[in-house]
């Protein structure tokens, strides 16, 4: 038994829950105007996604891209705007990922007496802070909303809320 598969079973152990995944609409971090998504994406080949290293952005039923965390997070590498060919993605709009990301005190495993890092680990702004070696929190200052914890979490204690779109 690896470590990972070790905490999925002490996480299913002390949630009684199995893993579920929301699945809210968060838009790549290139736009100015967040209808575009559905006047101008309708007939375009969907190169932002092709061409995502993280492989993170997918295109929705709606044939509008949206970002899922559930295996890596966003770079900000800015190759999905510079594909974009209706322009919906820019460069020059550059801006955070539009979404809120907390920890579930109920869930995760460093809140009920584990030791655990897995989310503070893949953090790049070091955002994920612990008060003593339990009880981590994200500072929201430091915080670019980038997804890379989440998928580490083996808990999916990782919460993440859309800013600007409402839950599917």
């Known amino acids: 038994m690896d470590r990972r598969e070790l905490f999925?079973?002490?996480s299913s152990s002390v949630t009684g829950e199995e893993r579920r995944v929301k699945e809210i609409i968060i838009r790549p971090?290139?736009?100015?105007d967040i209808n575009d998504f559905d006047k101008e994406c309708q007939n375009c080949e969907g190169t932002c996604?092709?061409?995502?290293?993280?492989?993170i952005i997918i295109i929705g039923e709606d044939k509008t891209p949206r970002l899922t965390f559930a295996k890596s997070g966003c770079t900000y590498c800015d190759d999905c705007a510079t594909a974009c060919e209706p322009n919906v993605l820019q460069v020059e709009h550059k801006k955070l990922i539009d979404a809120g990301v907390r920890i579930n005190e109920s869930t995760c495993l460093s809140w009920n007496a584990v030791m655990c890092?897995?989310?503070k680990d893949p953090c790049l702004e070091n955002a994920i802070e612990f008060q003593a070696m339990f009880m981590p929190t994200?500072?929201?200052d430091k915080c670019t909303s980038?997804?890379?914890?989440?998928s580490r979490c083996p808990s999916v204690a990782i919460d993440v809320t859309s800013i600007n779109e409402k839950v599917c």
Request: overall charge negative.
């Open 138 to 140: 994200i500072n929201q």
């Open 49 to 55: 996604a092709t061409l995502c290293q993280e492989q």
């Open 117 to 119: 890092f897995s989310c």
């Open 8 to 10: 999925s079973f002490l």
């Open 146 to 150: 980038c997804g890379f914890c989440i």
């Open 29 to 32: 971090p290139y736009y100015s």
